[in-house]
Every structure is written in C-alpha cells, then in structure tokens.
C-alpha cells in the first residue's frame, strides 16, 4: 500500500467544482451500481444504498482480511452518485413517485469482476440485504459534460440547471439529453438543506 488515493485531492475535478458552470471530460470509471424506480425518500431506496456502502466498505476494508485484491492501495471511498430519469415524461419532475435512478458508488481500478463476485457472496453472509441482489459491477463512461457545484436544498437544483443550459447554450453547446447526473458531498440526514454541496452534471454536445 505505496500510494493512498483520496477522491477530493486525485479527482478533484470531477468531485469539487465550481459554483459556476464548466464544461469537463469525464472519462471511463467502475462502478457498484443499484437501478430502481419511486420516491428516493422511501425505504427501498435507503436500502439499496445501504447495499452498495456495505459492499463498498468490504472492498475498502479487505486489507484487514487475508483476502486481498492484487494492487490493492489505500484510498477514500467514493461518495454515492445518482443518474435520474422519469418513468412518464408527461409528468413533473417534482411528482417524487415518477423518479427513475441508477445509484451508484465508484470503485478502485484494482477491482475486477471475479473479485467482485467474491465480496459480493461476503458481505450476503454477514450483512444480509436483498438489493445486494441488484448491484451491479460495470464501468461507465460519460464524456463530454457541463457540471457544477450546486450549494444547498435539492429542491432548488433547478435553477442550477438553469444556468448551466444557459452556460452552455452561450459557449456553444447544447444538453443532448434530460438525463442528469448528482454526486452526494453531503449526508442529507445529518445536513442542513442550506449546507448541502451535491455535484450537478449532464451529458452535451457541441452545437453545429
């Protein structure tokens, strides 16, 4: 364990941005990931995050263990980030029960897919969840992106988007899709709304 990685100084970029609007490359990461559906404030929700910080903190913590992954190195786990959709695009995006996800968490480049299988059936026994069931193993490429840091309540993400379509639209570039990416800097449980600091991105394209 030569090197420690901590995301908030390797990756900064990509996890601390500006409170203003940035275009960013975004480049292929592994992620667990959980896909799901409904209000992100029921229980099936907190459960499926629930799984994927458990078998986040096994991979993390494995170094304790005589089971280790070749290469392994110290490092932060990742924070948890979202990618959300609408189940019926007829409807609001504040109709909370319309709300499509993919949860995910990222993961170190020294994981493989055997080795994932291998936490996975560890952490089944001793810390039972059924969305261990759900979690997937894959990498995720986003490209090109705007993105920003967006300071307090997620009802008021918004008027985020807002300035970042407008950013984009001035700089010669347009959103290609509705779906958006937020990465969690903050636990809303233990966090005032007004504190919160949630990465805002989605995908674009330059305009022709």
Same mark, same amino acid.
């Given at each position: 364990?030569?090197?420690? =990685?901590?995301?908030?100084? *390797? $990756?900064?970029?990509?996890?601390?941005?500006?409170?203003? #609007?940035?275009?960013?490359?975004? #480049? /292929?990461?592994?992620?667990?990931?959980?896909?799901?559906?409904?209000?992100?404030?029921?229980?099936?929700?907190?459960?499926?995050?629930?799984?994927?910080?458990?078998?986040?903190?096994?991979? /993390?913590m494995s170094y304790k263990s005589d089971d280790v992954?070749? @290469? &392994? &190195?110290?490092?932060?786990? $990742?924070?948890?980030?979202?990618?959300?959709?609408?189940? *019926?695009?007829?409807?609001?995006?504040?109709?909370?029960?319309?709300?499509? &996800?993919?949860?995910? =968490?990222?993961?170190? *480049? %020294?994981?493989?897919?055997?080795? %994932?299988? !291998?936490?996975?059936?560890?952490?089944?026994?001793?810390?039972?969840?059924? $969305?261990?069931?759900? +979690?997937?193993?894959?990498? +995720?490429?986003?490209?090109?992106?705007?993105?920003?840091?967006?300071?307090?309540?997620?009802?008021?993400?918004?008027?985020?988007?807002? !300035?970042?379509?407008? %950013?984009?639209?001035?700089? @010669?570039?347009?959103?290609?899709?509705? =779906?958006? !990416?937020?990465? &969690?800097?903050?636990?809303?449980?233990?966090?005032?709304p007004e504190k919160l600091k949630t990465v805002l !991105?989605?995908?674009? /394209?330059?305009? +022709?």
């Amino acid at each position: 364990m030569s090197k420690k =990685i901590d995301y908030k100084k *390797d $990756f900064k970029p990509l996890y601390l941005p500006k409170t203003s #609007p940035e275009i960013v490359e975004v #480049p /292929r990461m592994p992620f667990f990931m959980v896909s799901g559906s409904g209000d992100p404030n029921g229980a099936e929700f907190a459960a499926a995050v629930e799984a994927l910080y458990s078998l986040s903190y096994a991979v /993390r913590m494995s170094y304790k263990s005589d089971d280790v992954p070749p @290469g &392994y &190195y110290e490092y932060t786990v $990742f924070p948890l980030e979202g990618v959300w959709d609408l189940l *019926d695009l007829t409807k609001p995006a504040t109709d909370k029960t319309n709300l499509k &996800y993919t949860i995910m =968490i990222r993961q170190p *480049d %020294f994981l493989t897919a055997p080795w %994932f299988e !291998r936490f996975l059936e560890q952490t089944k026994k001793k810390k039972p969840n059924p $969305f261990l069931e759900k +979690v997937r193993f894959e990498d +995720v490429e986003e490209g090109t992106c705007c993105q920003m840091m967006h300071l307090g309540s997620f009802e008021n993400e918004p008027a985020s988007f807002a !300035r970042m379509e407008a %950013f984009c639209a001035e700089n @010669g570039y347009s959103r290609s899709s509705k =779906i958006h !990416r937020e990465i &969690y800097l903050s636990n809303p449980r233990k966090t005032v709304p007004e504190k919160l600091k949630t990465v805002l !991105r989605f995908f674009v /394209r330059q305009s +022709v």
